[in-house]
């Protein structure tokens, strides 16, 4: 088994590098985020998806296990954390905020250059794929209603998941699998291309994010929050995965994306809906410190699923 220690100075401390480079960088000259977000959205994400599941062969068994292991999991957190909100005694708008810093996590810019770093086999990163697509989907449905179930419906959150160009690359990547249709190679090439671009331009971006956030340790709230996110999420992912009978390279990325710290679209849905914004900040940006702690120990221990 690799070491802790080697994990970290191998695969996360290479991920970390960007991500400050990023937050000294929006500190001495502000970035303009909100396009940096674009570029990836609409070109360099677009541009990986498309060529990783061309490449990839998923069979129908694994890809409806590893969707339904994922909303087993995401219905387990979520009961998790009403107990915990319960508990606390907290009032509706922290309860949302709460629950959807636990349920959603980064499994886009911070799970992308983590599992390219980690496996280098398109199969593993089509595993993660799918589990950034779930929670995308999830995030923009249950997420969305959980935040504001008043200013939005099912209807139009569900409709706004076929506004993203990734929903597209993925069904343009199947439908060239299942027709067997070859891609030109310049037009291949510059797939390529523009996927390379990701992996850096990401972990800029978070790090360019969180530039904008003001860290305080006194709010207790957001120290639960982590502890669920970073140490529960990843043992109720082992446990889905043993429960479920996933093994292998599957499960580990399931259980590493489920260790992710929380996602930064949990504070853009806490500002736009007035649901303790401070606290979604919060939690994204001390969850994503201290995941430099606790995903060494996470990768050591999947190694072992």
């Known amino acids: ?18 991500i400050i480079a990023g937050y000294l960088l929006q500190r001495k000259f502000p970035l303009n985020v909100a396009t940096l977000t674009k ?21 129908s068994a694994l890809l409806r296990d ?5 909303l087993v999991l995401f219905v387990l957190l979520w009961a998790v954390c009403l ?8 009032d509706a708008g922290k309860r949302s ?4 810093s636990v349920c959603f996590y980064n499994s886009g810019n911070y799970c992308i250059p983590l599992i390219q770093l980690m496996y280098h086999t398109p199969f593993a990163f089509s595993i993660q794929i799918i589990v950034m697509l779930i929670q995308q989907l999830l995030t923009n449905t249950v997420g969305v209603m959980n935040t504001s179930s008043a200013n939005r419906s099912w209807k139009g959150a569900l409709l706004e998941n076929f506004r993203m160009p990734m929903t597209y690359a993925v069904l343009i990547a199947l439908l060239c699998r299942w027709l067997s249709i ?10 390529e291309l523009m996927a390379q671009g990701l992996v850096p331009t990401a972990l800029i971006t978070l790090g360019a994010q969180l530039a904008s956030t003001h860290l305080y340790l006194r709010n207790f709230r957001v120290l639960v929050s982590n502890a669920m996110r970073l140490l529960v999420g990843p043992l109720l992912a082992a446990a889905v995965c043993w429960m479920w009978g996933i093994s292998g390279v599957v499960a580990q990325v399931m259980v590493i994306c489920a ?37 060494p120990v996470v990768i050591a221990l999947v190694q072992y699923l």
């Open 97 to 100: 905020a709460f629950i959807n």
């Open 259 to 295: 260790a992710a710290p929380s996602a930064v679209n949990t504070v853009l849905l806490a500002i736009e809906y007035r649901s303790d914004p401070e606290f979604a900040s919060q939690t994204v940006f001390l969850s994503t410190l201290l995941s430099a702690l606790t995903m």
């Open 66 to 70: 590893l969707i339904l292991a994922n």
């Open 1 to 18: 088994m690799q070491t802790v220690s080697f994990l970290f100075f191998n695969i996360i401390l290479p991920i970390f590098i960007p």
């Open 39 to 59: 570029i990836q959205f609409y070109i360099f994400i677009p541009a990986l998806l498309f060529t990783t599941i061309y490449q990839t062969e998923l069979n």
């Open 182 to 191: 070859d891609v030109p190679k310049p037009l291949w090439t510059s797939f």
């Open 83 to 90: 107990i915990c909100a319960r508990l606390m005694k907290l």
